[in-house]
């Protein structure tokens, strides 16, 4: 049986989901956020960073020790402790989730772009310039490996089934959920939380700050951790059901070729979901801000018009999270769909593109 007949039978539905961002730790924080507004952008302490940014959205006094406690947290870098505390925030959220998601059939899969590329780049530089290259604190080894923050989540929050890390900047958190979608349909687990982190540090400002080339207007670095809670449809009550997996799709373009490689996404995703652009109720860009992120706007813009654009605000405010955008992105659609009547039935896109030529999308239908 192919793994679009055995997802066919298992489809995937969010039931649970929760996000630390600069609106701050939790889903109540985020909800109120999106409707809300506000700043979030704040200016950099220059005793704490030392990076060429002005500006940066960041999770509001956050530390893995502050959020997590004393133990375990000694050695802990930033994008593992994001990570870890969106887990728990979604965990923590109803009785139910802890039930459904931990232990044998629960399994994890984390989106990243390098895993923490301050951890790689602190344990390389003491090995450099310790009196021995073999004088550096072991306790920080694990940090450097990529699977770092999804295996953290699955020890601390006791989850015992597969655990899987995906690397896609900001595709990331699309090819996590295509990923857990998977999972589901193979019966390898289930329930997936599923979703993607990034961190905000001096290493990864300072990569930004080098790789950015000509772009116009980037976007304020940003940081979070989006977490998703997928279940297979016919196990669940209705009424825990907040949305559906329709699709995900991805593609290649070469340099120019945005507009056509992600429109083609956007019909092979709708075509799977026997969805026309009309239903479209919002569809949701990343947060690029770049000449790639206008060109991904326009896409939108063409096929499902302007106003399904608008329809779902205030994604700048958590700036350019790379690869925490996706996750973040569809925690925006259901925080929004929380407060707005009729939506039930609708359906939402989220777009992602990335600067090494990887974009791609995801269709929700809202319960």
């Known amino acids: 049986m192919s793994s679009d007949t055995m997802g066919a039978a298992r489809r995937p539905v969010i039931t649970a989901w929760s996000a630390v961002s600069p609106f701050g730790m939790g889903r109540a924080a985020f909800v109120e956020g999106m409707h809300e507004g506000g700043e979030t952008a704040v200016r950099i302490d220059r005793e704490q960073w030392q990076v060429p940014d002005e500006r940066a959205r960041l ?7 502050a959020a997590l406690g004393r133990k375990g947290t000694r050695s802990m870098d930033r994008v593992t402790g994001l990570a870890v505390s969106a887990v728990g925030a979604l965990l923590d959220d109803a009785e139910r989730n802890r039930e459904v998601a931990t232990g044998d059939r629960g399994a994890v899969v984390l989106g990243t772009t390098t895993g923490s590329a301050q951890s790689m780049m602190d344990f390389t530089r003491d090995s450099l310039t310790g009196e021995q290259p073999y004088f550096v604190d072991p306790a920080q080894m694990p940090n450097t490996v990529m699977n770092c923050a999804a295996g953290q ?3 601390r929050h006791r989850i015992k089934g597969p655990n899987a890390t995906i690397a896609g900047g900001r595709l990331a958190g699309l090819l996590a959920l295509n990923y857990a979608r998977r999972l589901l349909g193979a019966g390898r687990a ?3 939380l599923c979703g993607s982190a990034e961190e905000y540090s001096n290493e990864r400002a300072w990569l930004e700050w080098h790789t950015r080339g000509d772009e116009e207007k980037p976007a304020l670095l940003g940081e979070g951790a989006g977490m998703l809670l997928l279940e297979p449809e016919e196990s669940v009550a209705a009424e825990h059901v907040l949305a559906e997996v329709l699709a995900v799709e991805s593609g290649v373009f070469a340099e120019g070729r945005l507009p056509m490689v992600l429109g083609s996404c956007l019909r092979r995703a ?3 979901a026997g969805v026309d652009p ?6 949701v860009p990343c947060g690029a801000g770049d000449v790639l992120g206008d060109r991904e706007r326009g896409v ?7 106003a399904a654009l608008e329809r779902v605000r205030n994604t700048e405010l958590f700036g350019d999270a790379s690869a925490a955008s996706v996750s973040l992105q569809i925690a925006s659609v259901l925080a929004v769909a929380e407060r707005t009547p009729d939506v039930a039935g609708r359906v939402a896109v989220v777009t992602a ?3 090494d030529g990887g974009t791609g999308c995801a269709l929700l239908r809202l319960r």
């Not at 939108?300 to 302007?306: D, I, N, P």
């Open 59 to 65: 999770v509001p006094g956050f530390s893995p020790r």
């Open 153 to 155: 989540c699955a020890i």
């Open 190 to 192: 289930e329930a997936v």
């Open 270 to 272: 709708m075509d799977r």
């Open 278 to 283: 009309s239903q479209v109720w919002a569809a």
């Open 300 to 306: 939108l813009a063409e096929v499902f018009g302007t």
């Open 353 to 355: 593109v990335e600067r």
